[in-house]
């Protein structure tokens, strides 16, 4: 054996890297799959929106039926459900949870955040 051939066994085994863990490996999106995703996205909210919807009637219907003096509501631009309190006998309303000016607000930070972070822009 010649001195070479030692010497180079050696240097292989004490230099060659050992791999305790591999990176992970995560799959790139590509155009369709984010597009795909986007549009299964767009139809859960859909749903959730006529679910949402459905459950206010449903729910105005059984406080009809207690007599109560309650209303719920469902607002489109801000996706959130409100709750009137009316005087029963006036149909005064005595108190909107959240309040008007809240309701605005929130859409009008629905819109700036919907500018700040507008994709095609």
Do not use: C, W, Y
Request: glycine share 4%; aromatic share 4%; proline share 3%.
């Amino acid at each position: 054996m010649d001195i070479f051939s030692a010497t180079s066994k050696q240097v292989e085994t004490t230099t060659a890297p050992k791999v305790q863990n591999a990176p992970e490996v995560r799959q790139v999106e590509t155009p369709v799959q984010t597009t795909k995703s986007a549009r299964e996205n767009k139809q859960n909210e859909e749903e959730i929106k006529k679910e949402l919807s459905h459950t206010v009637e449903q729910l105005n219907q059984q406080m009809d039926a207690l007599d109560t003096n309650v209303k719920f509501g469902f607002n489109d631009k801000i996706d959130a459900m409100f709750v009137n309190v009316m005087e029963r006998s006036t149909g005064k309303m005595i108190r909107k949870i959240p309040t008007e000016e809240a309701m605005s607000l929130a859409e009008k930070m629905k819109e700036i955040v919907g500018m700040i972070f507008d994709k095609k822009g």
